[in-house]
């Protein structure tokens, strides 16, 4: 399975506003809305860190290689990329009159800290952090985007890095939750022998069954990424038995 680990920059809107305090924006108030400054990715598996930018290409040579990369991925790994990278990727293919990536499937590390942990903050930053897999890149902020989008070479050479690290952060955390991901896209699907559904490893040992209504089957546990699988096939099915309905 192609696993691309994918992080976007994003240039804020712009707009004319007349105070700081519970302002309510019209469109016709909207100078520039918010476009891709730069991407920075990674085949999973692949050490190369591979990032570009209107700075570096200009927009659409930019979006050519990212479309080319979501297009070659069965899955994407990235932190809150369902709501927010891919879209505005889309957004971007779609003003530019590019088609659809192929599909793939998401893996979006966000929702797993979501919805598996309960970590202080759910924050890229924090959850490296915590796990001791170090932290990001530092940098002035707010400033650091405004002198990007005014092609200022030495707050892009930081942007770069900082784009960059977030991807190597990206892959650390997947790594440590890979285990405890529910519904990962399966390596089965993409292996010819049986293997662990979440990293795909051949160490898998048998650890008691596992029941459903009608069905017994096969559980195994994963001594690579720790996860959980059951056989597909039921193992026993003894004599006849009853269900309620
Ligand atoms: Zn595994």
């Known amino acids: 399975m192609k696993i691309l680990l994918i992080d976007i920059e994003v240039a804020p809107n712009t707009a004319h506003v007349w105070g700081i305090f519970d302002q309510n924006i019209s469109i016709n108030q909207l100078?520039?809305?918010?476009y891709t400054?730069?991407?920075a990715a990674k085949w999973y598996g692949e050490s190369k860190i591979m990032f570009d930018s209107i700075q570096k290409s200009g927009k659409q040579k930019m979006l050519d290689s990212v479309h080319k990369l979501l297009d070659e991925a069965d899955a994407i790994v990235h932190y809150n990329g369902s709501r927010f990278d891919i879209p505005i990727l889309h957004k971007e293919f779609l003003l530019s009159g590019m088609p659809?990536?192929?599909p793939s499937k998401q893996i979006d590390l966000l929702q797993v800290a979501r919805r598996q942990f309960r970590f202080v903050s759910n924050k890229l930053d924090y959850v490296a952090q915590a796990l001791g897999l170090g932290s990001k890149t530092e940098h002035?902020?707010?400033a650091l985007w405004v002198k990007c989008m005014n092609d200022d070479r030495k707050a892009w050479k930081t942007m770069e890095e900082y784009n960059k690290n977030d991807v190597?952060?990206?892959e650390k955390v997947y790594d440590k939750f890979k285990g405890w991901i529910k519904q990962h896209p399966n390596h089965n699907a993409?292996?010819?022998d049986v293997c662990c559904p979440n990293c795909a490893s051949r160490k898998l040992q048998s650890r008691g069954t596992q029941r459903s209504r009608t069905a017994i089957y096969q559980r195994?546990?994963?001594q690579n990424c720790g996860s959980w699988a059951r056989s597909v096939k039921s193992e026993k099915i003894s004599k006849d038995s009853l269900v309620n309905i």
Do not use: N, V
């Not at 100078?31 to 918010?34: G, K, M, P, T």
């Open 190 to 192: 993409y292996s010819a």
């Open 37 to 39: 400054l730069c991407y």
């Open 220 to 222: 195994y546990q994963c």
């Open 140 to 142: 002035e902020g707010h």
């Open 168 to 170: 190597i952060l990206l």
């Open 100 to 102: 659809p990536p192929a």
């Open 31 to 34: 100078l520039e809305s918010s």
